[in-house]
């Protein structure tokens, strides 16, 4: 046994003499430069806006940074990630980083190395007019390497940033590797359990409408049909359709009126008490409706708007959705004669489109720009403010997504109080109109919660154009506690349009939203907390059961039509994050999300495991003011949990969800 032994030794040995002797040999190859910019955009990198471009800004222009243009490097846009495989091999990354000029606002940013998951090297918060940071960092033995630009919490999400004149000295290869896998197929899953036959009412609990204009709501109520409502305590001059539920007329009295709707078919009937407010303030609680852009871009026309209708009406008025909304492209090439904007071929008669869309009991919402175009190259609102507004009345238009990126042609060098100007002009055009618009202060705006209710808003988009990416999702929907003080009942924060169902993104290519069905059940909790305006983008003319079961769950939309409409509040815990949002009756929706920290996925070996496990997640009531027990209900289950005391600790899904009501035990 000693003999053998004393022979696997000197075998070892040998082994490893030589292995030294290899790597000796290795150490002494030569190193060469690797620039970045010649290993080209790689597929690899994921980014939150636009695509990496090589030796040109995110946007095309030329590498600038405080007035000096690069002639090498790399164009990106935070949130950005650029992994690398080096495998040992590398000596060394260098370059520098600096904001673009080429930024609308200065937005602030922060450029990170992240060596084998340590960060190894970071530029400090910079801005647009900041120069260039330089760097020089030792790689040896990394395995990974990965450039990430941040955005650093103000909210702006323009942050156009380069990488400049990046090279990796190394003895072997640089490798673009993805920054994370593609997702694991999983199979829809619907949790939302059918609506009883029984008559339910799912109105919010308060509604306000102006005295003196066109006055349109709904019971609106699932169960069997036929059915038959009542609604009891109505202002003067408003009155209700038995057949349909449709409340119309105009409210002639300034006040709030206590309303007793009822619902009745032949399995029971439902009553519910809602509070009319007549005066200055609409949109109490977050509009519901479909906006055609995600789905349909320029190519939208009268039939789709029609068949958004129809389905919203047979399927979903009945929850509470109510706003079908052309977004841009409906407009002609030149005005009348007079001035007056008028709609292109694919919408023949607008009135007549509207018409049928009230007759339905839903509501009728347009687009346009305070510019001279809109984002889409049509004809805007500049300097016909109060003729397009009495147009759009005589529609019967109760909707407006106003989009600013037109008047960056009139107003080049834009600060919040320039771009609040032509907001406040539209406002003042609308209220001389005899009709409830809402009025959304559209997208381009940066910081738009600090002036958008001053400007006269209802609600005002908080970021750049969302897609269905989870990237993307993420990145917009999880920086909302930025701006969520601004949110309270008529004021919403609007982190842009649902990504569910099939969407049209490329243009024209339908497709299911690339969102699993895990991260969609995320997407639509998430925008509830916030209190943000449901906009479904999808195609309304085919919806699957599983979107469907997404947006019919009264239990979960109730919780944005709160009517306390209270800021949402965000905690960072191991394995994710934790929104809250207290709710009238005292109790709390909670929002336990699994949330990547960086998006990074280091260990591609791990893809399918990590997609497929589920991660433990501890809600400390104390955070919630709670210092005895609750309890705890599943939304989208709508089950009971039981009561609980101290923490409430559960499972969540690969970016998933578990949401819940909280309510203290008395």
């Not at 690069?70 to 846009?77: A, E, K, P, Q, T």
């Not at 060394?92 to 600096?98: K, N, P, R, T």
């Not at 998006?599 to 589920?614: H, K, S």
Request: glycine share 8%; charged share 25%.
């Amino acid at each position: 046994m000693n003999i053998r032994k004393k022979i696997k030794d000197i075998a070892l040995l040998g082994v490893m003499a030589f292995a030294g002797s290899f790597m000796c040999s290795f150490d002494k190859s030569p190193v060469k430069e690797v620039w970045l910019d010649e290993l080209g955009a790689s597929p690899c990198y994921v980014q939150d806006w636009g695509t990496v471009t090589i030796n040109q800004s995110v946007v095309l222009s030329p590498l600038t940074v405080n007035d000096v243009v690069y002639d090498r490097g790399l164009g990106v846009h935070s949130i950005s990630r650029m992994l690398y495989e080096l495998n040992g091999d590398a000596v060394s990354i260098s370059g520098l980083a600096g904001a673009d000029d080429k930024n609308l606002f200065a937005g602030k940013l922060q450029f990170k190395i992240l060596a084998d998951r340590k960060v190894v090297w970071k530029s400090g918060v910079m801005k647009k007019g900041d120069p260039v940071k330089p760097f020089n960092v030792s790689l040896k033995g990394v395995d990974k390497v990965l450039l990430l630009v941040e955005e650093c919490g103000d909210g702006i999400m323009y942050d156009h940033a380069d990488w400049l004149n990046v090279k990796i000295e190394t003895r072997g290869e640089v490798k673009p590797i993805p920054v994370w896998a593609a997702p694991v197929a999983k199979k829809k899953y619907i949790l939302t359990p059918p609506a009883p036959a029984t008559p339910v009412i799912n109105n919010p609990l308060v509604f306000g409408a102006r005295p003196g204009n066109p006055f349109l709501w709904s019971v609106m109520a699932t169960g069997d049909r036929p059915m038959t409502f009542e609604a009891t305590g109505l202002p003067a001059g408003v009155t209700i359709d038995h057949a349909t539920g449709h409340i119309t007329g105009k409210a002639t009295q300034v006040g709030d009126y206590k309303v007793t709707l009822t619902a009745s078919n032949s399995k029971g009937s439902a009553k519910k008490e809602v509070t009319v407010k007549i005066g200055k303030d609409i949109a109490l609680t977050p509009t519901m409706g479909w906006n055609s852009w995600n789905c349909w871009a320029l190519s939208v026309d009268d039939q789709k708007v029609r068949d958004a209708a129809k389905l919203m009406n047979s399927k979903l008025h009945s929850y509470g959705w109510e706003y079908v909304n052309i977004d841009d492209g409906w407009e002609a090439p030149e005005r009348s004669a007079n001035g007056e904007i008028l709609s292109n071929d694919k919408f023949p008669d607008f009135k007549a489109l509207s018409d049928y869309i009230h007759s339905q009991g839903l509501k009728f919402g347009i687009y346009s720009s305070p510019g001279a175009t809109t984002c889409g190259g049509h004809v805007g609102s500049y300097q016909h403010e109060e003729i397009d507004a009495k147009t759009w009345a005589n529609w019967g238009v109760d909707y407006l997504k106003y989009d600013y990126c037109g008047y960056l042609e009139i107003e080049r060098n834009s600060e919040e109080k320039t771009i609040q100007e032509p907001y406040i002009v539209m406002r003042n055009a609308l209220d001389k109109v005899d009709r409830d618009i809402v009025y959304c202060v559209g997208y381009g705006a940066p910081n738009v919660w600090n002036w958008g209710a001053e400007a006269g808003g209802n609600q005002w988009r908080t970021t750049r154009d969302i897609t269905d990416e989870w990237n993307v999702v993420t990145a917009i929907g999880t920086f909302q506690d930025v701006c969520a003080e601004a949110t309270a009942p008529g004021r919403n924060n609007d982190p842009d349009m649902l990504v569910v169902g099939r969407l049209g993104k490329p243009w024209g290519k339908l497709h299911d939203s690339a969102l699993t069905p895990d991260e969609q059940y995320s997407h639509i909790s998430l925008w509830c907390l916030l209190s943000a305006p449901l906009l479904i983008g999808c195609d309304m003319a085919d919806v699957d059961d599983f979107t469907m079961n997404l947006l019919t769950n009264n239990e979960v939309l109730a919780v944005n039509q709160d009517p306390l409409v209270m800021p949402a509040k965000k905690t960072i815990v191991k394995n994710g994050q934790i929104w809250t949002k207290k709710l009238h009756d005292g109790s709390y929706a909670v929002g336990l999300f699994h949330v990547d920290p960086y998006f990074v996925l280091w260990d591609q070996n791990d893809a399918e495991a990590m997609q497929l496990r589920d991660y433990s997640m501890e809600l400390n009531l104390k955070q919630l003011g709670i210092k005895g027990k609750a309890t705890v209900r599943d939304l989208w289950r709508q089950q009971d949990l039981g009561e609980v005391s101290g923490k409430f600790r559960t499972e969540v899904p690969y970016h998933g969800v578990k949401f819940v009501k909280v309510t203290p035990c008395k």
